[in-house]
């Protein structure tokens, strides 16, 4: 590995776990191992992480300097207790989150042992497949971390393929709440209008629609970020 390169443990093989583990073994971080439970979350690890082992959480935490923890937001704030309790966190390891509703104070566990706490939240819809990387390139992630260590969430967002831009710990809920926004009611507008095309006999709504709703989703972007934009 070059200088610098991190030894990078993953906590969850869900949709967004391996495609951020992949971004960052395209990185020459180096994958120490992931945690997965389900045939799925296996199958989905041995595809986007092709030659990681599967490991006990706990070996995952003790051998990783860098430790992803990719799980639902409500078991955050459990996991994290959880290996504090046990003793797992470590001076110096970095720890990052991918939930978009929190920043740095759920890790405070981890913090206390010594670990340095980072939350980066990708904003965009994974697939958990190798397409999520080619996005990734075009996406923008939320980062989150003391002052002193906020120049390394930056970079790891970079080295994910993704520009950073800094929220506040503050600001997470609003910020969760804005992305949460986006991804439901475009979701419903082009359920309801594909709905509504089958229902008149239309084949492959979904094709139909394509052009009209990236163009138009564009048209809206371009309109929120001012004039200069257009």
Not at 50 to 76: F, H, I, K
Not at 182 to 199: C, E, P, R
Not at 217 to 228: C, E, M, Q, R
């Amino acid at each position: 590995m070059r200088a610098g390169r991190l030894g990078v443990g993953i906590i969850g093989a869900g949709r967004v776990g391996p495609v951020l583990g992949a971004a960052l073994a395209n990185a020459e971080h180096a994958i120490v191992g992931v945690t997965a439970v389900s045939d799925a979350s296996r199958d989905r690890a041995d595809v986007m992480l092709p030659g990681a082992p599967v490991l006990p959480t706990p070996e995952l935490v003790e051998r990783s300097e860098l430790v992803l923890l990719a799980v639902p937001d409500d078991q955050l704030a459990g996991l994290v207790q959880g290996l504090a309790d046990a003793g797992l966190w470590q001076p110096g390891q970095l720890v990052v989150h991918t939930s978009p509703d929190h920043g740095v104070a759920i890790l405070a566990p981890a913090t206390a042992a010594g670990a340095i706490p980072l939350a980066i939240h990708p904003a965009m819809a994974f697939t958990g497949t190798s397409v999520d990387l080619a996005r990734l390139r075009e996406a923008w992630c939320a980062v989150t971390a003391p002052a002193p260590v906020l120049p390394i969430a930056q970079a790891l967002a970079v080295e994910m393929g993704a520009e950073p831009f800094v929220v506040a710990e503050q600001d997470r809920p609003a910020y969760a709440d804005a992305v949460r926004a986006a991804v439901s009611f475009s979701t419903a507008i082009v359920d309801q209008s594909a709905g509504t095309l089958s229902g008149i006999g239309v084949e492959h709504p979904g094709r139909v629609l394509g052009a009209l709703v990236r163009s138009a989703v564009d048209n809206a972007l371009a309109a929120a970020d001012g004039p200069s934009a257009l």
